[in-house]
């Protein structure tokens, strides 16, 4: 096996919805210290009516070369003044945190079937606290640069100095979140993002004059470490019956997982070869539904290469992308003319050209920590509340991959393993650390949310809380 690698992989994500309203803004009285009335989006076609105020449009990270991220914001539905603000990352890299957390997850509004319509998200984490949705980094769904040269520098501590550089300024148009209690969130591939945006913030928060109130971080089947991450996924895909006993021994006998270079090893590569090509018969991000494959989309299945950088030394990667069913929906949406009018991304007749998942800044990803696990200890130790939780039929990111990675950390633990309940069910379990919790839900796939809305809601608001998840019925 060379160096290229090239497997497929097929995406999922199934949403129904329907709803046919249109939103004229409410013109409410607002506060009056935001900078950011151009920003408030008064006319999104397909949109329920609500209560509570939405924002979207750019922000300039970098004037001299023209670097400008994309973001979404909605205040919570009541009492936005009194709620902590949450910043959601998804992954890929390459992948656009407004087409899958605000409108396929976790947002007040999600993308309908027909690509004409949203609907409304009964379960969204708007209930819980303000919620901004970024497009990370340029490249990535409306974000862009006006350097393309800079697109092959793309990288993990690129991507967290823009992100930081995006906080400061998005708090000059909404200074009334300057100083608000902030959390980052975020699933996958932002399992790197996540605590490497959280370091740049603690360090920077030396400078009183830049600080930002963060006090925790929320990860779902977090990318965290790709030794345990392979070894995890390898490991899951044979006690799942993926594979053969035989391929599990070949891999078992072949790769070095912790080696700077496992794939130099023909018999390694072939034995993940095939896991990979097994996964190719069924969704690995969520091993047991088939309700998307069931639907016409199956046709559309979009053919995904993992790639390897021998001069970065990168594992080979795997997008944390996601859906056939979806995406298109929301390449339909987002591409409209009125819609990009409406979110400020173009003035509808220079459009912009947005996809779910940008491929080639996933090929050409130049810069990736191997483990973020240094960072948590960091991160522990300045107090922060980390929660980590896991849907537990994923193949991707699996429970195991996170298992490994956080028992790599040897933290005491303070409360020892018990289930958390949801409605008088089980929902998953949850252990606590000395400075972390890590929770499982189970019969969940990568992107929680989408499979277990109301369960995740009431685990979000116990994170917020500080609190335990419910361990009592
Ligand atoms: C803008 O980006 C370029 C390239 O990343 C960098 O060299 C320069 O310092 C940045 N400018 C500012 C003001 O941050
Ligand atoms: C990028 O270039 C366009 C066209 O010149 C300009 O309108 C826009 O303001 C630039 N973006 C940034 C962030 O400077
Ligand atoms: C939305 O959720 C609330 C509880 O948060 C519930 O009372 C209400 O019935 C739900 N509405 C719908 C349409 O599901
Ligand atoms: C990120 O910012 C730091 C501090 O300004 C700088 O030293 C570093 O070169 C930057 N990295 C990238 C990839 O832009
Ligand atoms: C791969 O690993 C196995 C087990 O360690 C070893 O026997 C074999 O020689 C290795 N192959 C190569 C090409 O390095
Ligand atoms: C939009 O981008 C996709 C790939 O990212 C490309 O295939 C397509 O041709 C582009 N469309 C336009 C109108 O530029
Ligand atoms: C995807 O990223 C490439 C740079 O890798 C950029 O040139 C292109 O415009 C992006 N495509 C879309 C559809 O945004």
Same mark, same amino acid.
């Given at each position: 096996m060379d160096n290229m690698y090239s497997v497929i992989l097929i995406l999922l994500l199934c949403l129904k919805a329907s709803s046919v309203c249109s939103y004229r803004g409410p013109g409410g009285v607002r506060s009056g210290d935001n900078n950011n009335n151009g920003d408030l989006v008064t006319n999104l076609?397909? !949109?329920?009516?609500?209560?509570?105020?939405?924002?979207?449009?750019?922000?300039?990270?970098?004037?001299?070369?023209?670097?400008?991220?994309?973001?979404?914001?909605?205040?919570?539905?009541?009492?936005? !003044?009194?709620?902590?603000?949450?910043?959601?990352?998804?992954?890929?890299?390459?992948?656009?945190?407004?087409?899958?957390?605000?409108?396929?997850?976790?947002?007040?509004?999600?993308?309908?079937?027909?690509?004409?319509?949203?609907?409304?998200?009964?379960?969204?984490?708007?209930?819980?606290?303000?919620?901004?949705?970024?497009?990370?980094?340029?490249?990535?769904?409306?974000?862009?640069?006006?350097?393309?040269?800079?697109?092959?520098?793309?990288?993990?501590?690129?991507?967290?100095?823009d992100t930081y550089t995006f906080l400061h300024n998005w708090f000059l148009k909404f200074p009334s979140y300057r100083t608000r209690t902030f959390y980052i969130a975020g699933e996958s591939y932002a399992g790197k993002y996540i605590p490497e945006l959280a370091e740049l913030i603690h360090d920077r928060n030396k400078d009183p004059s830049l600080h930002i109130d963060l006090k925790g971080i929320l990860l779902g089947n977090p990318e965290t470490s790709d030794a345990e991450d392979w070894s995890g996924m390898v490991d899951y895909a044979w006690s799942h019956a993926v594979i053969s006993d035989e391929t599990y021994q070949t891999i078992k006998a072949s790769c070095d997982f912790y080696s700077s270079d496992p794939w130099s090893n023909k018999s390694c590569t072939q034995g993940v070869d095939e896991v990979l090509k097994q996964y190719n018969e069924i969704d690995i991000y969520s091993l047991y539904t088939s309700v998307c494959f069931a639907s016409t989309a199956r046709s559309n299945y979009q053919?995904?290469?993992?790639?390897?950088?021998?001069?970065?030394?990168?594992?080979?990667?795997?997008?944390g992308g996601y859906d056939p069913c979806l995406d298109n929906y929301a390449k339909t949406f987002y591409n409209r003319p009125d819609v990009q009018k409406a979110l400020h991304a173009s003035d509808g007749h220079n459009m912009r050209n947005w996809?779910?998942?940008?491929?080639?800044?996933?090929?050409?990803?130049?810069?990736?920590?191997?483990?973020?696990?240094?960072?948590y200890r960091k991160l522990i130790?300045?107090?922060?509340?980390?929660?980590?939780?896991?849907?537990?039929?994923?193949?991707?990111?699996?429970?195991?991959?996170?298992?490994?990675?956080?028992?790599?950390?040897?933290?005491?633990?303070?409360?020892?393993?018990?289930?958390?309940?949801?409605?008088?069910?089980?929902?998953?379990?949850?252990?606590?650390?000395?400075?972390?919790?890590?929770?499982?839900f189970r019969g969940a796939g990568h992107a929680v949310p989408c499979?277990?809305?109301s369960n995740s809601l009431a685990f979000f608001s116990s994170?917020?809380?500080?609190?335990?998840?419910?361990?009592?019925?």
């Open positions: 076609p397909g !949109q329920p009516p609500v209560d509570f105020q939405h924002y979207a449009g750019y922000v300039t990270v970098n004037e001299t070369n023209g670097r400008a991220l994309f973001y979404w914001f909605y205040e919570a539905i009541t009492k936005p !003044q009194d709620k902590p603000l949450v910043l959601w990352l998804n992954g890929g890299p390459g992948c656009s945190s407004v087409g899958y957390g605000a409108t396929q997850e976790i947002g007040p509004f999600l993308v309908d079937t027909d690509g004409e319509n949203l609907k409304f998200n009964n379960f969204s984490w708007n209930k819980e606290a303000n919620m901004l949705f970024l497009e990370s980094p340029v490249g990535v769904g409306f974000s862009y640069s006006n350097t393309t040269s800079e697109y092959a520098q793309l990288g993990d501590d690129f991507t967290a100095n053919l995904m290469q993992t790639v390897m950088h021998p001069s970065f030394k990168m594992m080979p990667r795997i997008m996809s779910i998942c940008n491929h080639s800044i996933f090929k050409g990803w130049a810069q990736s920590k191997p483990s973020v696990i240094p960072i130790s300045a107090g922060l509340r980390i929660w980590v939780y896991s849907g537990d039929t994923d193949g991707r990111v699996p429970v195991l991959s996170t298992r490994y990675s956080l028992s790599s950390l040897r933290l005491p633990i303070t409360k020892r393993w018990r289930p958390w309940y949801h409605q008088k069910e089980a929902s998953g379990w949850y252990q606590e650390y000395e400075g972390l919790t890590f929770a499982t499979f277990k809305p994170f917020l809380r500080g609190e335990s998840p419910p361990s009592t019925k």
